[in-house]
């Protein structure tokens, strides 16, 4: 499995890398941006991402608005595959949920993310 964690925090990077390494292979992006240029560029080397683990509160484009983006990529560049998304942030407000659940992302985890929490969600993913 390969796994993508898009936050603008370095330490919650870091803390989700290392509960995802020893489940796959895992990349890191600091903001959207960065985070669809990895997918695109995963996507051209035929190696697409299982999982993308986004935040919702980044500068630049938001959590919400990286979902979009990778919905895009999808039906664009990989012609309607679904990439599984979940959204791991510090956000327990139900707009925040609701906006997420809109997107129809596969999670949603409160942080911090526990071991438990990260093996619940892989088991439950397509």
């Known amino acids: ?14 803390q989700l890398r ?3 390494e020893s489940h796959g292979r895992v990349d890191e992006a600091p903001d959207a941006i960065a985070g669809l240029q990895r997918i695109r560029d995963a996507i051209a080397d035929n190696d697409p991402f299982d999982l993308v683990c ?9 959590g919400i608005d990286a979902i979009k ?14 990439t599984n998304v979940v959204v ?16 129809h992302v ?7 993310v526990t071991p438990g929490q990260i093996v619940e969600t892989l088991g439950s993913l397509d």
Request: no cysteine; proline share 6%; aromatic share 4%.
């Open 1 to 14: 499995m390969r796994y993508l964690v898009i936050d603008d925090e370095p330490i919650a990077r870091r």
């Open 88 to 103: 791991v942030t510090a956000s327990d407000d139900q707009k925040d949920m609701r906006a997420a659940l809109q997107q």
């Open 18 to 20: 290392l509960l995802l």
């Open 106 to 112: 596969d999670g949603y985890l409160l942080k911090p």
């Open 69 to 82: 983006m990778v919905k895009d990529v999808d039906q664009k560049l990989r012609h309607g595959e679904h």
């Open 54 to 62: 986004s935040d919702l509160s980044m500068p630049g484009p938001s």
